[in-house]
């Protein structure tokens, strides 16, 4: 088993950055994908980015490429997600995600997620 908490989210203002931190415990961690997604009030869960499980490949959804930035540190069996130029669009509650295999933009092909942390962006 597999677990998944995040942390780091919070209020800020447009322009502004923030940083997301994604713990996790359990089996196996280090040979499995991560991704970040997104779910705003009455809106659909979106991808927002993956790493893969070496770190050595990354996916951005277009909503955010330049501005965000997905890493892991296997030591520390940690995901991150770094965030500027932030926008009132960006407000949502923000998962990290777990799959075996490569990084897809699907929240169905992910097995293992957090609880969420809320990121609230004001104009």
């Known amino acids: 088993q597999v677990q998944l908490v995040e942390s780091g989210g919070g209020l800020v203002q447009a322009g502004g950055s923030l940083g997301l931190s994604c713990a996790s415990s359990?089996?196996?961690?280090?040979?499995?994908?991560r991704g970040w997604f997104r779910q705003a009030p009455g809106k659909e869960r979106e991808f927002v980015a993956g790493?893969?499980?070496?770190?050595?490949?990354?996916v951005y959804g277009d909503s955010v490429k330049g501005r965000f930035t997905v890493s892991k540190d296997n030591a520390k069996n940690t995901m991150y997600l770094q965030m500027i130029s932030l926008k009132p669009e960006d407000t949502a509650v923000y998962y990290c995600?777990?799959?075996?295999?490569?990084?897809?933009?699907?929240?169905?092909?992910?097995?293992?997620w957090g609880q969420g942390t809320q990121v609230t962006v004001s104009s």
């Open positions: 995600a777990a799959k075996r295999g490569v990084v897809t933009s699907k929240s169905d092909d992910y097995t293992y």
């Open positions: 359990g089996r196996a961690l280090s040979t499995l994908t």
């Open positions: 790493v893969n499980w070496s770190g050595s490949s990354t």
